[in-house]
């Protein structure tokens, strides 16, 4: 047994993205300013998208796009229960309702026909989500979207670096990224809105400082205008210098994390395999690049003969983290409750939501880290 704890996850900070940092603490400017400009410039030539708005989280762009698109009450917003609860929670906190679609029993990304059928004449948005680090089949979503005319904004969070037919995810259409301290790369807590719509952008610009009529860094001005006003009541989503320096130079190394991530996964895949007991996730065959944000895998209870929480906790005793990405949404008490949700409405999302567990993945793990995990599983699975 492992004799220190491995993390489920842990970011990877360099020295000199450290001495970054440092400087941006002693040069008097910390919040929102050259260093954001620089991140969001950054990031657009990296995804090949033509808008790209730093903000404080990716649920504060979830908040702002909801916002920006005037979604409220009356309103639905298809999406699926196997996803983190802030866009859920968003969407009732606009007034809206939560239409759920169920996943793909091994991809776990939505199905286009569950969309399709969930449409009604008060549909305002698809959220589909890039699961993990692979791809949500966008071709078949688009035309769903352009065929009813309602539009769709992309949960990129799990998929930066992740390639859908060749082009990077984010590239087309609208999407929101996260970088969490457990993402592909992390600004500490932050997000960016990425979009090929200028008339959205410039609302959602707007909207993330206050309503102000330009953004808390004018690049012309090298500040704040003195004549900003606000256009309408906004909020306080920016992202600070602090966290943009941080995140260009983890942007910097995004590639080489996930190598180092894909390399895992596949030293995981390899020695699990004729592990009868352990279900890992298919790739959609259109995932051209893989980001592995996550490696989930699939406890088969009835054969490793124990429930996948006593599983977790038993890795948990080996010095083992974990993580499970996620509890289906839609049978959580808020959603039981309020919205009557009851088991049995999305099958496929509820079979792999008692099932799923991620385990440790991260650039600065070793093999050796791996075959710690592996051994640890197939002990537990022995017993």
């Known amino acids: 047994m492992r004799t220190t704890f491995l993390p489920f996850s842990r970011p990877s900070i360099s020295e000199a993205e450290i001495a970054a940092v440092g400087e941006v603490l002693r040069s008097g400017w910390i919040t929102t300013g050259p260093r954001t400009a620089a991140f969001e410039d950054a990031f657009k030539e990296y995804v090949g998208c033509p808008q790209a708005i730093a903000l404080s989280s990716a649920t504060a762009g979830m908040h702002l796009v909801l916002k920006a698109m005037g979604i409220g009450p009356g309103d639905e917003v298809i999406t699926p229960a196997m996803t ?15 239409v759920f679609v169920d996943i793909d029993r091994d991809t776990l990304m939505v199905l286009p026909d569950a969309v399709e059928k969930a449409l009604t004449p008060r549909t305002r948005l698809i959220v589909p989500v890039h699961f993990a680090g692979a791809a949500a089949p966008m071709a078949e979503l688009k035309q769903i979207s352009a065929k009813s005319g309602v539009p769709m904004v992309e949960d990129a969070a799990h998929a930066l670096g992740t390639h859908y ?4 995810v984010g590239a087309e259409g609208t999407g929101i990224f996260s970088f969490h301290p457990i993402k ?30 330009v953004d808390a860094y004018d690049r012309e001005t090298q500040g704040r205008a003195p004549q900003a006003e606000v256009w309408e009541p906004g909020y306080k989503y920016n992202m600070t210098d602090i966290s943009a ?3 260009l130079g983890q942007l910097a190394r995004v590639d080489d994390f996930n190598r180092k991530r894909e390399a895992l996964a596949m030293r995981y895949r390899e020695r699990f395999s004729g592990v009868d007991e352990i279900l890992p996730l298919a790739t959609p065959s259109d995932t051209t690049h893989h980001a592995w944000h996550l490696f989930v895998m699939r406890l088969d209870t009835d054969q490793a003969g124990l429930g ?18 996620f509890r289906a949404v839609h ?9 009557g949700m009851k088991p049995g409405m999305l099958p ?16 600065d793990m070793t ?5 710690d995990v592996v051994k640890a599983v197939k002990n537990i699975l022995s017993r």
């Open 308 to 325: 996948r929480d006593d599983f977790m906790a038993r890795l948990k005793e080996r010095n083992i983290g974990t993580g499970l990405h």
């Open 84 to 98: 983190w609860v802030s866009t859920v929670n968003l969407i009732v906190l606009a007034g809206a309702t939560p």
């Open 165 to 168: 037919k060749g082009r990077q």
């Open 331 to 339: 049978l959580q008490k808020y959603y039981r409750e309020t919205m």
């Open 348 to 363: 496929n999302t509820e079979w792999n939501s008692d099932r799923i567990c991620s385990l440790p993945l991260f650039p």
């Open 245 to 247: 320096v941080l995140g």
């Open 367 to 371: 093999f050796a880290d791996v075959d």
């Open 184 to 213: 592909n790369i992390t600004t500490a807590e932050g997000g960016m809105f990425c979009t090929h719509d200028p008339d959205l952008a410039e609302r959602v610009n707007r909207l993330k400082f206050h309503g102000l009529g």
